[in-house]
């Protein structure tokens, strides 16, 4: 690993003067994606600026039917949250279901959504619950956010301060794992919203995408056989030693129909 | 660029100069010659590396010294008290949880912590709580045994 410098931000303003003063500074959340990045010699950023001492941007609130989720909360936070469980047990779980113990112990929001694996979890839920991605700059809409594989609607030196996710009537995520990583092969998040039913896909393509086709079968019925159905085309998914493209396809319909049949209960 | 790292480890209070990309577990195994913490893999992946950082278990291959700075460490050192095991090393060593002993200091760290946030467990609970930890040995039946007998006693005690 190259050697960088770090530094501790006191506030968000100090950590994104940081970020931008320095040659090529990022930001370091739970650092792990960053660090085994970092290892691999595939970033080799001058400064490293961590958020951890930041107060006030761990938090997590359900108020008004939103739940909000401050960028520096742990997935093991989101996980054990009484209020997340109650408002959104869907997200509670799929925070739960993110690598493992101690992965879960350090990994932040912030830090997987910025990141945008084209695996990762958390993309699935804030486009599945058309959440609001907060950050020091301005307000930007989940389906707005991730724009491509590892990259996002971000601009140099802005920060995610938290993510606000509007309470479903009723909402699921299914994934299926990577056995070793437990990263998403693939992954669906349902969500019955009051702007209609919302269905976004993880791991199978280059970033996350919604499912037009059985988000319009799910306003018609919300079960499990409205979308049974439903394929969706291989061309652009993924294909690697973990799944061929063809059997991400088939993941996404039985995922899909697992998550509304979970979602009803 | 090097800069004086602090922390307690084990109740100890310990400085050592570092750089930036110090790894708490260089900083554990290199300055402070506590070897009991393993590196397995390096990439996040075995577990073998686990240590406790503010009572809470982490990956100290994955964690920079720098992000331990003030903070309380617990290693596999500083679990005996003196010539009697944690109830968790002892449960290891009556269920035979362990053959090469390469993985066990982390799994013991990472079953402590586990036992810690549980109040109740059951094999199911034990085997996915133990996703970070890889054992090319025991196969893990044991270590879930093992788990499953610290538990009882450890809240007992508490
Ligand atoms: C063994 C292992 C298994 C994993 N399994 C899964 C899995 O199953 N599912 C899954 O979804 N993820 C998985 N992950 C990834 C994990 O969730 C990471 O925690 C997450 O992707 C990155 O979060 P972090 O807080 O660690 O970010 P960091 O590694 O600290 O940062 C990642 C990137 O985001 C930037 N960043 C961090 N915080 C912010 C912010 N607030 N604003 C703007 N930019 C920011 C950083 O500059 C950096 O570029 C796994 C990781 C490991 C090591
Ligand atoms: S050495 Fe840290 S997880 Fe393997
Ligand atoms: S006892 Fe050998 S790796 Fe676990």
Redesign the pocket.
Known sequence: MYDFNYRKASSVGDAVSAVTGAEDGRFLAGGMTIIPTIKQRLAKPSDLVDLAGIDGLAGISVSGGVVEIGGMARHAEVNASAAVADAIPALAQLAGGIGDPQVRNRGTIGGSIANNDPAADYPAAVVGLGATVHTNRREIAGDAFFTGMFETALEDGELVTKVSFPVPSKAAYMKFPNPASRYAIVGVFVAATAGGPRVAVTGAGPCVFRVAEMEQALGGSFAPEAVADIKIGDGDLNSDIHASAEYRAHLVTVMAKRAVARANG | MTSTVSMTVNGKQVSAECEGRTLLVQYLREKLALTGTHV?CDTSQCG?CVVHVDGISVKSCTLLAHQAEGADVVTIEGLADGDTLHPMQEAFRENH????????PG?VMSAIDMVNRHDTLDEKTVRHQLEGN?????GYHN?VKAILAAHPVMKGAA
């Not at chain 2, 949880?97 to 066990?104: E, K």
């Not at chain 2, 890889?134 to 025991?138: A, G, I, K, S, V």
């Open positions: 397995g073998a949880a362990l053959q090469c002993g390469f993985c066990t799994m890889l054992c090319r040995c025991t270590i």
